[in-house]
């Protein structure tokens, strides 16, 4: 006891002096970990600064005969192992003890014995992008940490991220797999596209299937113009009453459907390079789709068949798609990542403009205002058609590209009008003075219509 | 007309003759003027130091044994200046100096003064020349000098004595050998191949990082502090956010026994720096790259040089210095020839009192790179 304080002493008076060289009050822990294809390997160093060391020393010569035998450093190391907790993936894991160097005794007492101990972890195979996170909770009161992994050696493993708390006691390490043959082509394609653009591949492939549908107005106008009747019923060569919601809401849905299953065959079949057409042609193509769909709006000229034409001329807006996914110049495999991405980029956005226009559409059906707003749209979307027919087949340039673009720069305030007239001419049309008028009065009123026919 | 332009031409060539012979013979100077004074050491040494001081060339255990410690914990392999006389401590010292730059011999010379002021401190006497600018705490007496738990026996653990020197392989002008010089926070590895010198890995070091010695006031390590500062305040805030490590390091990561390691850079890259900070980088790299003497500094600079947008750097701890003393903050630099360390010690009390320093070429290290070749 006696001893112990005075050795004590001596180390704060040391302290204080700041003489010596090496570590002092601090259990230093430094892990490096090297990560492989198929699993993680681990070199830990461990040295007791000389004011620990007796601590220290108590849990790894747990008999205290001043010898630390083969058991105690076997046991020692698998106590320290067993204090790591490892995640991959998400994923409790557990650490596999591959060898373990202990200094002399007296080393560890003199604050300068460096315990080595080296392990590994499994991976299992998982996808091209990992997650191992590692936690050292062995001695955590008297503990210093260092954590950190090296530069992988295959090329195909990339560090991505480390992040760490700030002591070092929790590390985690995002890193990025490829070429694992074991994997579908599809990954490897997915990681390579990543790298490509710079991580977020997928993201910005999707981001641009979005763009390419909210500023490729053609395509979008060909499908608006040809929702435009989808409420209505046709009689004979005109365009009748209201269909009823039910009715309205399944005509849209195959319409969207149809033309989405349209466009993902080709645009698959022609950035897998399967098929391959001239852009000129399309484009005339699409223009003529627009005015098709414009002049059905007007008078019916494929009525109940508007799925049937939707997947036609989606096949022929796919073969436009593909252009602009050709033009990222992504590898064979790396496209059906691509179009992947592309297409739910198309969808997502097809889906907005739908969802925000279906509404209004549907109300103003009900309503007397719907031959205004359908040949209204139905004129605009023709004559934006015509121009770009003169623009794409003739080469005059026309305004239609512009006028087009002027009214989806402002397609947010359009619908949100388009919604607010809706509801007003839908209310209008109603039999408004129920809103303000008790049962009563409302049963008088209905008596009185019923009444109605009879004059008396 | 003809004569005089025919005269001047000879004039001209005969120069130019001079000049690259004088070159010639000043890069043949670095090489051989080592080994000469190798070999001159050699010869004062009797045969039984001689053994002492003589390793294979590729004997890794000799290779590796250095360390920042006192030499009475991690016994260094050759002799100690201490167990020489007056004349084969100059040949020793020599030896030192011809193979480094005279910025990179002063810098020895502070580390090992430097230990000589622990040394006194650790007595309990005043530090010779100190005048009260000693570590923290003012130094009381320990009692015995001795470590606590029964350190070695010797009383000496510090002090310009306990310096130790070897040679792995045969002094040569084409061969490759190694000249090893150190002790307590000094560990010079130098490879001397052909006409190259590699110093990697060395490692410096200071306790006390700050003393005065005859008046002066001597900081070992000062320039590798105050230019990685200088750096860190030339980057705006953005590139501050890179730099600037969210977590702390209380030591080395690439220190003693982690030879050949790369580990996954971090901080900012050079490549996002701008011209001016980008020379400043450089700077502080040649604080350990031009410890080296000058032709191999500047072989090795140029290499450093063009890897530069490689290059990382990134910092830990404080971003602000006490005036006229060293950072208590860690930082590192990385590129694919290089890692510098400088990592303060909070043993002492005050880590910019106390710092561990490395300087390594993980593709490099004790030249297996050209010798490889």
Redesign the interface.
């Known amino acids: 006891m006696k001893t112990k304080l005075v050795a004590t002493a001596a180390i704060l008076l040391m302290l204080g002096a700041g003489v010596l060289a090496h570590r002092l009050d601090e259990y230093l822990q430094a892990i490096i970990l090297s990560v492989e294809k198929d699993h993680v390997q681990a070199s830990m160093r461990l040295i007791p600064g000389v004011a620990v060391a007796s601590n220290v020393l108590a849990s790894i010569d747990t008999n205290g005969d001043g010898i630390i035998s083969e058991a105690e450093q076997r046991a020692y190391a698998e106590r320290v192992l067993r204090d790591l907790s490892i995640t991959v993936d998400g994923k409790s894991a557990s650490p596999t003890l591959v060898s373990q160097k202990f200094p002399a005794i007296e080393e560890i007492k003199a604050g300068l014995g460096e315990i080595q101990i080296e392990f590994t972890v499994e991976l299992a195979h998982g996808g091209p992008e990992r997650r191992i996170v590692l936690e050292n909770h062995h001695r955590n009161e008297i503990s210093v940490y260092l954590m950190n992994c090296l530069v992988p050696r295959d090329p195909d493993i990339r560090i991505v991220a480390q992040n760490r708390n700030e002591n070092q006691s929790f590390y985690q390490l995002g890193y990025a797999q490829a070429g694992d043959s074991s994997l579908p082509g599809f990954w490897n394609a997915w990681s390579s596209f990543r790298r490509r653009t710079g991580g977020g591949g997928f993201a910005s492939i999707f981001r641009l299937g979005m763009r390419h549908i909210a500023e490729g107005t053609d395509h979008l106008l060909f499908l608006l113009a040809l929702l435009l009747p989808a409420p209505l019923l046709a009689l004979g060569s005109r365009w009748a009453g209201f269909a009823g919601a039910r009715q309205s809401l399944l005509k849209i849905l195959k319409v969207v459907t149809a033309f989405t299953i349209g466009h993902s065959i080709t645009l698959a079949l022609a950035a897998l390079g399967l098929v391959r057409v001239p852009s000129r042609p399309i484009e005339v193509l699409i223009a003529l789709s627009i005015l098709v769909s414009a002049v059905h709006a007007l008078r019916p000229l494929f009525p109940g068949r508007e799925a049937l034409i939707a997947a036609f001329f989606g096949l022929i807006h796919g073969l436009a798609f593909a252009a602009t996914l050709g033009e990222l110049g992504l590898g064979r495999w790396e496209r059906v990542a691509g179009i992947l991405a592309f297409n739910l980029g198309i969808e997502t956005m097809q889906l907005i403009v739908v969802a925000a226009i279906m509404p209004p559409l549907v109300l103003i059906s009900r309503t007397r205002a719907n031959p205004f707003l359908r040949i209204g749209g139905a004129l605009f979307a023709g004559f934006a058609s015509l121009g770009w027919f003169a623009e794409r087949l003739l080469g005059i340039h026309t305004s239609a590209d512009a006028a087009v673009d002027s009214v989806a720069h402002h397609g947010v305030w359009i619908a949100g009008g388009l919604f607010l007239l809706s509801v007003v001419c839908w209310l209008n049309s109603r039999n408004l003075p129920r809103f303000w008028m008790n049962s009563k009065q409302r049963g008088f009123l209905l008596a009185a219509a019923h009444r109605g026919p009879r004059t008396e | 007309m003809n004569v005089l332009s025919r005269k001047t031409a000879r004039g001209v060539g005969a120069l130019v003759l001079i000049c690259l012979s004088v070159t010639a013979a000043r890069a043949q100077t670095a090489t051989s003027r080592i080994v000469s004074a190798a070999n001159n050491f050699l010869s004062t040494l009797d045969a039984k130091q001689r053994q002492s001081v003589l390793f294979a060339f590729d004997d890794e255990k000799q290779r590796a044994t250095w360390s ?3 030499t009475s ?2 016994p260094r392999g050759g002799i100690p200046l201490k167990d020489m006389n007056p004349a084969q401590r100059s040949a020793a010292m020599t030896l030192v100096s011809s193979a480094l730059s005279r910025k990179g011999f002063e810098k020895v010379r502070q580390i090992m003064e430097g230990d000589e002021v ?1 040394k006194a ?2 007595n309990g006497q005043p530090p010779r020349g100190n005048n009260g600018n000693q ?9 015995g000098n001795r ?6 026996p010797s009383g000496a ?2 002090g310009k004595d306990l310096y130790y020197i070897s040679i792995l392989g045969k002094p040569s002008e084409k061969e490759p050998w190694m000249l090893q010089f150190g002790g ?2 000094l560990a010079l590895n130098i490879t001397i191949a052909g006409e190259r010198g590699i110093l990697t890995p060395t490692l410096t070091g200071a ?2 990082a700050l003393f005065t010695s005859n008046g002066k006031t001597i900081r070992p390590l000062g320039p590798e502090s105050d230019t990685a500062l200088a750096l860190l305040n030339a980057l705006d805030d953005n590139q501050k956010k890179q730099a600037i490590l ?6 080395l ?1 690439l220190g003693p ?2 030879d050949g ?6 901080g900012l890259k050079a490549s996002a720096m701008n011209g001016r900070q980008r020379a400043m980088l450089l700077d502080v790299i040649s604080q350990w790259a031009d410890i080296i003497h000058e032709s191999a500094a500047a072989a090795r600079m140029a290499e450093l040089k063009a890897d530069v947008n490689e290059t990382w750097f990134a910092w830990s701890g404080p971003t602000t210095a006490a005036p006229g003393k060293n950072i208590s903050a860690y930082y590192r630099i990385q590129g694919p020839h290089l890692v510098i360390e400088y990592a303060p010690q ?5 880590p910019s ?2 710092v561990h320093t490395m300087y390594r070429d993980p593709t490099n290290d004790y030249g297996r790179g050209p010798v490889a070749k």
Do not use: C, R
């Open positions: 920042n410690l006192p914990f991690v622990l401190t650790d570590p923290p705490g003012g130094g009381p007496p320990n009692g470590p606590p738990f029964g350190g070695p653990m510090f307590h926070h306790q006390p969210s977590y702390k390091l209380a030591d990561v026994g982690q390691k790369t580990i996954q850079p971090e909070t043993l002492g009390g005050d009192m106390h």
